[in-house]
């Protein structure tokens, strides 16, 4: 499971995303540390938390940049002096522990005008969110950032929409992905190149391991599951035979029938 630091500081919202991610300062045993953190008690609810941490660790594991997460401990007293209601909130609303990511300071947000992707890194992008099916990657809302010239993924809370109703999850994972609007669509993504370095990756051992870093008590009293182990394997028999297909199924514009209409 994710190891914790502590916040000790609330520092300022990230007002950019609609979650209200907010940064933070922690203390890990005298180590400061400077973090995105992402709230239990944001309206979205705790499985966008889950997305952001089984997709997350498993773009990390198939060497996708991806800054690294943590649990973060928060005391909602922290957000006493916090002059926002909404900020305030948000932080009442989410004692204990919440989900941290990374903060990479001084990255861009990524600006189709402003910058390059090659296709054999659009592919890999691309066909990562066509596994988890991303609907949240496109040119309105890239998610994307610049950092030190590298690309960076994050903000993977609006995938798997299948984790939403277990009982269809299988049909609803079998689903083809529709990458029209995808913001590394103009770049002409080597989606072939990329299944074939990648898909062999998403191994069973490497879905578990990623399910075992969601905390239990996000998974706990999952309707339909009786332990937490039980839902981390559901993620797993969702994601496992997707991996293996899914490149067939990726619509791109000009290439399916809703691109060509444009
Ligand atoms: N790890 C990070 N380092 C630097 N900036 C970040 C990081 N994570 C998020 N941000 C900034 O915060 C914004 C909102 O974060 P995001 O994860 O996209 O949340 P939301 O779910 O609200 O869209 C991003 O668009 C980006 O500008
Ligand atoms: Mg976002």
């Known amino acids: 499971m994710l190891s914790h630091v502590t916040a000790v500081r609330y520092v300022t919202p990230l007002r950019e995303g609609g979650s209200l991610p907010g940064l933070v300062e922690t203390d890990d045993h005298g180590t400061y540390g400077t973090y995105v953190l992402k709230f239990t008690g944001a309206g ?48 009442k609303a989410s004692g204990g522990l919440n ?24 592919g890999r ?18 998610n994307l950032l610049v950092w030190h010239r590298d690309l960076w993924l994050i903000d993977h809370g609006a995938s798997m929409i299948w984790h ?18 995808h ?23 490497l879905l578990t391991g990623v399910a075992a870093e969601v905390p239990d008590e996000w998974l706990a009293d999952e309707p339909g ?6 839902v981390r394997r559901a993620y797993v028999a969702a994601l496992l035979p997707r991996a293996k297909t899914i490149h067939e ?12 209409n444009r």
């Open 44 to 91: 979205q609810g705790r499985k966008t938390l889950v997305a952001e941490v089984i997709c997350g660790e498993l773009a990390r594991g198939l060497g996708l940049r991806m800054p690294r997460l943590t649990g973060i401990v928060l005391d909602p007293v922290l957000g006493l002096g916090e002059p926002d209601e909404r900020v305030q909130a948000l932080l």
């Open 99 to 122: 989900l941290g990511m990374e903060f990479l300071s001084g990255a861009l947000g990524f600006d189709p005008l402003a910058h390059v992707v090659d296709p054999a890194e659009a």
């Open 125 to 142: 992008v691309v066909w990562f969110d066509a596994l988890i099916n991303n609907v949240d990657r496109s040119w309105r809302n890239p």
């Open 164 to 181: 939403h109703n277990w009982r269809t999850a299988e049909t609803a994972a079998a689903k083809p992905y529709d990458a029209s609007d």
């Open 183 to 205: 913001v590394l669509a103009p770049y002409g993504p080597d989606i072939a190149t990329a299944a074939a370095e990648l898909a062999p990756l998403v191994t069973e051992e």
């Open 225 to 230: 599951f009786d332990h937490p182990d039980d």
């Open 249 to 260: 199924r990726i619509t791109l514009p000009g290439a399916g029938p809703k691109g060509a």
